[in-house]
């Protein structure tokens, strides 16, 4: 009988090793591929299973994980959800994270490099690691301002601090809730998703940052710069303003907003043709100074360049080859001019800094979860687009266009506010969008900002009218906190 | 027995390794601590009191095991303990860790906290204990089980079939296999396994001499006489009468795989196994086409992705988890063991695989195959043909069910419903697999005692049989 007991044992040895190879194959060969099944819940819940950091605007953590009591053990909320949307994005399930959400992913899990010590303690501790915290750069109080000011219109704000580059508020209208999104509950994610998706006002989109729009006569202070910076004029010059402008090589002319010539005679200074907004001098000046001229002054601004601050902005554009009527055209921001709230900000900024663009930025600092500093973000200069000089003086010209041009409605008691107004034509039969850009106070500015309200009136006013007041309400907000 | 007072004078010294027990044993003891507080310690709970309760009555259980062979079986193998021990404490881990899991979970949801269960497992390990002991007090001979061959036989297969009785029966997740009486409830099927190889290896004893004629050769394969068919088809039937009314897929093929072994080994004829393997088919074939629940689990096997969110559902959620695992683990208390459905149960492997990785998996068979291993050696040591056999038929019964389930929650082979030996939360599988340790302990001191041996009338009277 031993024979055949030896002969059994065998045999079960050979169904043990059957056994572990079809382990290793599952375990090892194939486990890469099982581990990106759908239906594998696993990296998922690993993410879900640890506490992700918060997102914090000054102390305030706007976004940050609760604990659960089911499978997925931690909840993403968000306080104020719509007012920090544009900034937070949402971490979903389904859809995937967007907003600092996405780009801050790997500090918010505890998985980024800076966190190396802390990785060692836990692989031998076996604990979850705990995600670090984003402290953005955002004012509350100016985002807030802003949020309120765009209710029940289309459009969106991005403040700046010009001597830094600081973005203190980037708001978008419509938003939504991030915390729909992030649920644990597909069925409502989806929903709400597909509902987002379907509304046409694109509450999705980042517009602050990612929304490119013609940028009509604030593009003027680009072509003032290009005009102050050649040598060749200064506020005082006097240019041609007449009624209508002559498109060269076409047989369309241009007009002003107005339908009147910009000053007596059809001339008129520089200063004025900014004040009043004088689309043929701007025109006239465009093609006396050359598209290269102006799209050089345009990229010292940070047109062409792609800004990750560090959500994605789209990149503003100037047309690369333009013909002279095309040109003209480029010049009072149209054609092909293309630029984002948050280019727009910019270009003010650096005009209130002396002349200085900074390259804007979201994330102040970001901690341990022990609250130690990791990473703290310097100021950095993005480029010189003026001489002091030079931005003085247009700082001054824009403070006219406030206190006696077309931006009125941006005027502040006790504080000199540096404007421009704006409308633009987004297309031949499309509806107008309304710009206003605005710093203060002039001499030392503490906020840069630019509004962008879609869907406004065809009148130059609608700037005024529209943009101004959100302006004057976020620069309030800031100089009201300090 | 009488007898023991010639025995305990040995003509030579041998080592009884029980020493050897010992050491192993501490060691099996500290692996199991070391990984109770691993859990511990990853999950925050700390190092609780009841974690070093736990520890303390787990060592002293083994301890009192320890003692009673030294006292009682001072020469039996001393592989098999420590081996058994450190099974059952890696059980209990697991299960530790995955009631911290669910409370953890009940505490975050305000929801009732759910009982622990390693308290239960733990009460049933030390009912396991005093039976392990009561076995090797009370056994002094093995021999004198075969005297109750036909008793233990007809015991076991009431046993089979009482959970057919109405009133006392009862149907977990579609399998009839427990029964029921006030709030104790026992696997049925879990005792008759042991009273069922007693009953196969007395039978077998007896009758080997005439199943092993051969009456006919064809194409080269001796066959056995007409007549000598009969015990064969008897146990086919009853295989698939558990199949039928029970549902129980594993018990029945346990049974059936167990009786062609043992048969094998009693005749010494390989004509045994193939008519066996034809009858399995046979009984496969039928059972595919007329039973909804055999049918499924076999499609379930060829293409589990393909039913991901019906019947594949545990086999992929368990496999999602050994893959987890990979070749360490993601370690103790660090994955997602309460994601596999019946992580407790029918797939401890697969929540210990995604913890402990290919690696732990691999020593955690080895174990099993130790201790297979030196239960087949024990049959091979036996001095008595009853002994051989019975030691053979436990092994063959440990073999089985560590195959058939392993095999299952990984996909090598339909899933069945069958306990993992020693791992499983179950008490009566549990106290099952220690009674059947001591059983192998018993023959193995038998075996491994100095002789002379006073032959006992039992071996007389198989002497006698095998004359015939």
Known sequence: MSRQIRRLSFVFALLMVAVLVNITIIQVVNAGDYRDRPGNQRILLAEYDRERGPILVGTDPVARSVETGNTLTYLRRYSNPKLYAPITGFYSLIYGATGLERTENRILNGKADIFAVDRIQQLVSGRQPVGGAVTTTIDAAAQRAAYLGLRGKKGAVVAIEPATGRILASVQSPSFDPNKLSSHDPAEIREYYNKLEADPDKPLLNRPIVSLNPPGSTFKLVTAAAALSSGRFNPNSVIPGPRTYDLPLTDKELRNWNRRQCGPGGKVTLRDALAISCNTAFAWLGNELGADAIRDQAELFGFDTGFEIPLRAATSRFPADPDEPQTAMSAIGQFDVRATALQMAMVTAAIGNSGRTMVPYLIQEVRAPDLTILQTTEPEVFADALRPSEALALTEMMVNVVENGTGTNARIPDVRVAGKTGTAQTGDDRPTVAWFVAFAPAAAPQVAVAVLVEDAGAEEVSGNGLGAPIAKDVIEAVLERR | ?468
């Open chain 2, 1 to 468: 027995m009488s007898l023991q007072g010639t025995i305990e004078a040995p003509v030579r010294k041998k080592p009884t390794r029980r020493w050897v027990e010992l050491l192993l044993l501490v060691m099996a003891w500290g692996i199991g601590l070391l990984g109770t507080m691993q859990i511990g310690w990853v999950s925050g709970e700390g190092m609780t009191p009841r974690l070093w309760i736990t520890a303390g009555v787990v060592g002293g259980l083994a301890l009192a095991m320890h003692i009673t062979i030294r006292i009682v079986a001072k020469y039996a193998d001393p592989i098999m303990l420590p081996v058994a021990t450190l099974l059952t404490m890696l059980g209990l881990l697991m299960i530790y860790r995955i009631d911290v899991a669910s409370a953890r979970r009940a505490t975050l949801s305000d929801s009732p906290m759910p009982t622990p269960d390693v308290y239960s497992q733990l009460t049933w390990f030390s009912v396991a204990t005093i039976l392990f002991i009561a076995v090797l007090v009370l056994l002094q001979d093995h021999r004198r089980l075969a005297r109750y061959t036909y008793t233990l036989g007809l015991a076991g297969l009431v046993l089979l079939v009482l959970p057919l009785v109405p009133g006392i029966g009862t149907t977990v997740n579609g399998a009839t296999l427990w029964i029921r009486v006030g709030d104790l409830s026992f696997q049925p099927a879990e005792a008759a396994k042991i009273l069922l190889t007693i009953f196969f290896a007395g039978y077998l004893v007896a009758k080997r001499d005439s199943l092993a004629v051969v009456r006919t050769k064809f194409i080269g394969i001796e066959l056995p006489r007409l007549k000598d068919l009969g015990p064969l088809v008897i146990a086919w039937l009853v295989s698939l009468a558990v199949l039928v009314f029970e549902r129980d897929l594993g018990t029945s093929l346990l049974f059936f795989g167990l009786f062609v072994a043992m048969l094998y080994i009693a005749t010494q004829r390989r004509s045994w196994i193939i008519l066996g393997g034809l009858l399995f088919m046979v009984g496969a074939v039928l059972a595919y086409y007329n039973f909804a629940h055999v049918r499924s689990r076999v499609t379930v096997w060829l293409d589990p992705w393909a039913y991901a969110d019906t019947g594949g559902y545990q086999i992929v959620q368990s496999i999602f988890g050994l893959a987890n695992g990979g070749v360490l683990g993601a370690g103790l208390g660090q994955g997602f063991p309460n994601l596999v459905p019946f992580a407790k149960t029918d797939f401890i492997v697969a929540a210990l695989g995604e913890e402990i990785g290919v690696t732990g998996l691999f020593a955690l068979v080895l174990l099993y195959a130790i201790l297979i291993e030196r239960g087949l050696r024990t049959a091979v040591a036996a001095r008595d043909s009853f002994g051989q056999l019975l030691a053979a038929g436990l092994s063959i019964v440990l073999a089985i069910q560590v195959f058939v389930i392993i095999g299952g929650v990984t996909g090598l082979i339909p899933l069945t419903g069958l306990t993992t030996p020693f791992l499983s939360y179950g008490g009566s599988s549990l106290v099952a697999n220690w009674v059947i340790v001591a059983i192998l302990l018993r023959i193995s001191d038998r075996a491994r005692r100095p002789a002379p041996v006073a032959p006992s009338p039992d071996d007389a009277m198989t002497q006698v049989v095998r004359a015939v």
